[in-house]
């Protein structure tokens, strides 16, 4: 029997973003905020429900590796909805070291699903916060 009370905790497909206006619509309400592993964008929408949006380019590494950290970050936004502010369309990008010159190929990171979880809740909480206009970036 399933407890009432409990949250939904499915991750369905009406909560992803998937066309390009949707993408260019987050990154066109500047509103952003960073953290050691996690790069989160903002915007809200009138849904009643967040949805999530994902961009991660080879400069992450491997196919693998890419999809591990697509994994974790879904996963992340799952665990996480009863936590999150409801409303907002997110876009979540890796935050990778700067390139250095010289290094034929660097390793890849190591990610676990409760950083990127307590990053990304306190990512999105900042960025609710933030009055329109302002970025969630500390200084």
Do not use: C
Request: glycine share 8%; net charge positive.
């Amino acid at each position: 029997m399933a407890d009432e009370h409990q949250p939904d905790q499915r991750f369905r497909k009406g909560e992803r973003l998937t066309l390009a206006r949707e993408f260019d619509q987050v990154f066109g309400a500047r509103r952003s905020a960073a953290g050691q592993f996690l790069v989160v964008y903002a915007a809200r929408n009138e849904l009643g429900y967040n949805r999530i949006g994902l961009v991660v380019g080879r400069r992450t590494g491997s196919a693998p590796t890419r999809n591990k950290f697509k994994r974790l970050v879904r996963e992340a936004f799952r665990l996480s909805k009863g936590e999150q502010p409801i409303g907002w369309n997110w876009v979540v990008l890796p935050r990778l070291p700067k390139k250095e010159k010289k290094v034929a190929s660097a390793a890849p990171p190591e990610w676990s699903l409760i950083e990127l979880q307590s990053e990304f809740i306190q990512l999105v909480r900042r960025l609710a916060r933030a009055p329109r206009g302002e970025s969630g970036k500390q200084k």
